[in-house]
């Protein structure tokens, strides 16, 4: 990842230059805007040359690590990933 953006405690933007083929030159844009309980987080993984089962895959997964993230902050323990051996 490339930043190619940053305002520090409100915003910064990457960009993808090595790692899966489909996220190589995407853009992905991670914003903080206050809230009267703390802030909310706005994200964006744009770019995309195609609706890949990657693209969908990825979407998914930072969804998941959203939420894992939404409960870290609000109770002290994330679930960043499931565990499929259990």
Same mark, same amino acid.
Not at 6 to 22: A, F, H, N, Q, T
């Given at each position: !990842?490339?930043?190619?953006?940053?305002?520090? %405690?409100?915003?910064? =933007? #990457?960009?993808? !230059?090595? +790692?899966? $083929? &489909? #996220?190589?030159?995407?853009? /992905?844009?991670?914003? /903080? =805007?206050? *809230?009267?309980?703390?802030?909310? /987080? /706005?994200?964006? *993984?744009? +770019?995309?040359?195609?609706?890949?089962? =990657?693209?969908?895959?990825?979407? %998914? &997964?930072?969804? !998941?690590? @959203?939420?894992?993230?939404? @409960?870290?902050? =609000?109770? +002290?323990? +994330? *679930? $960043? %990933?499931?565990? %499929?051996?259990?």
């Amino acid at each position: !990842m490339k930043i190619t953006a940053l305002k520090p %405690y409100s915003r910064v =933007e #990457w960009i993808c !230059m090595k +790692g899966y $083929p &489909d #996220w190589i030159n995407t853009t /992905l844009t991670f914003e /903080l =805007e206050p *809230h009267q309980k703390g802030c909310v /987080l /706005l994200f964006h *993984h744009d +770019g995309w040359a195609n609706y890949t089962p =990657e693209f969908a895959s990825c979407s %998914y &997964d930072w969804a !998941m690590f @959203f939420r894992s993230l939404k @409960f870290l902050c =609000e109770t +002290g323990k +994330g *679930h $960043p %990933y499931p565990d %499929y051996n259990k």
